[in-house]
């Protein structure tokens, strides 16, 4: 048993775990800069009230899932990891002055998150995200180009079926008549309820919709629907979202329960989930509009819609599918060549040829160990290069001996010539990592 282990709630990202994230962050950057997306990073950790007021203080995020760092006394500044994208990147909206900037300003950022949540398969406390947002659009048309959008990243990285749950939760003008009638209808049923949704009521009775706890999903399906009670600007804004979604031909459901966990959310709302799987362990994704968030972080009033993806969800769905891991998982970068040599113990000019490789854009490998030719060329097919760079006596003229590990025959190259050499048959083998390049995934 090691001495040391990674934190409860934790992983280490393996060289094929961290291809094949690194390949669903190509794809997500790949398709945002394609929707005229930017990309913005913001600080791993913000202020509490960053979060606070942004995500709101009746939320399991802010209550329970939070990771506070403890600052120096003299800082007298309360900090905490972000567990979410969307307050940081407002934040940075607000503080920049990108209100000044041609509108809407579209944004996007993958990290890392951070949430002190109970650890379980799927569910870690340090996480990535692919996140975007559209700043300063009120329409509803870039709503649905947003949800088309992570329509489109799943079905690129390979999720065979998903579904893509819509609501509305109407915004200040229809929302409070409606958590009042929702407060009453708890209020009823006071007795139904666990503790922790008790001590929410009379705080925000819409989060009790949001609630996780399975002894009161009858209750929650019989509770008032928000669509219902939409104001006659919410319920037209809904009805253009899901026309426009019509016509880009993107399916969804209407999910009337559907509050999304965070404070800010205000009008359309939505999550994906694999085909079959529901629940808020099982969802792979979602977002919608927070037209009140740049406000109550010091902007003026604009209205703003984005998405976070979760990309170690995205892993787990596609190797839980039938052959759904293939699609994501990156081959091993392998050298297009390695170089060897008859001589084990001259490891300084096997090295110099390498690196002259490497300079001129190839990927190579030099064999460092002092082994015979022969454990050199086994490790060489080992490693998966199809050229072994083969070093011997005819180096004193100036030449080597270029090795097709694949098809077994062997010639002469000029030292000089062997960079154009290996980027030509490269190129003719599509060899290396071309395979690994997002455009190669289909749409």
Not at 56 to 62: F, R, S
Not at 250 to 272: K, N
Not at 279 to 291: E, I, K, P, T
Not at 407 to 423: K, P, S, Y
């Amino acid at each position: 048993m090691p001495a040391f282990r990674a934190p409860r709630g934790t992983r280490d990202l393996l060289p094929q775990d961290q291809l094949a994230l690194g390949r669903l962050r190509a794809l997500g950057e790949e398709l945002a800069q394609r929707y005229g997306y930017h990309p913005i990073a913001t600080p791993l950790f913000e202020q509490v009230a960053v979060f606070e007021r942004g995500i709101g203080e009746v939320t399991d995020v802010i209550e329970k899932e939070l990771f506070l760092l403890a600052p120096r006394e003299e800082d007298g500044e309360r900090w905490a990891l972000r567990p979410e994208p969307t307050a940081g990147i407002v934040r940075a909206y607000v503080q920049h002055g990108m209100q000044t900037w041609p509108q809407p300003v579209k944004l996007t950022m993958t990290a890392e998150m951070f949430r002190y949540d109970r650890p379980q398969a799927g569910r870690y406390r340090s996480f990535w995200q692919f996140d975007v947002e559209a700043i300063g659009d009120p329409g509803p048309a870039v709503d649905a180009e947003i949800i088309e959008l992570a329509s489109r990243f799943y079905r690129r990285a390979g999720i065979k079926a998903f579904t893509i749950l819509l609501n509305s939760i109407g915004d200040a003008a229809c929302r409070p008549a409606y958590v009042a009638e929702l407060t009453a209808y708890y209020r009823e049923h006071v007795g139904e309820l666990p503790p922790l949704e008790r001590s929410r009521l009379e705080r925000n009775a819409l989060r009790i919709l949001d609630s996780k706890d399975e002894s009161i999903a009858a209750l929650n399906a019989a509770a008032p629907k928000v669509t219902d009670r939409l104001c006659d600007a919410c319920a037209a804004h809904f009805a253009a979202v899901r026309e426009h979604l019509d016509a880009l031909e993107v399916a969804y459901t209407l999910e009337p329960r559907l509050v999304r966990g965070l404070d800010y959310y205000t009008r359309t709302a939505f999550e994906i989930f694999p085909a079959g799987a529901m629940g808020q362990q099982s969802a792979l994704g979602g977002g919608g509009r927070y037209d009140g968030l740049v406000e109550l972080l010091g902007g003026r009033p604009t209205p703003g819609i984005g998405f976070g993806l979760g990309l170690d969800r995205v892993l787990l769905a596609l190797r839980e599918q039938e052959g759904g891991a293939g699609a994501i998982d990156a081959p091993e970068p392998t050298p297009v060549g390695v170089v060897v040599g008859s001589d084990p113990a001259d490891t300084v000019t096997r090295l110099r040829v390498a690196t002259d490789l490497r300079a001129a854009g190839l990927a190579a490998r030099a064999e460092l160990g002092q082994r015979k030719l022969g454990k050199q060329l086994e490790a060489a097919a080992r490693d998966g290069a199809h050229f072994a760079v083969i070093l011997g006596d005819e180096l004193a003229s100036g030449n080597v001996q270029l090795r097709d590990l694949e098809a077994g025959t062997q010639r002469a190259v000029a030292l000089a010539d062997l960079a154009r050499e290996l980027q030509r048959a490269s190129i003719s083998h599509r060899h290396g990592l071309a395979a690994d390049r997002p455009e190669a995934m289909s749409d």
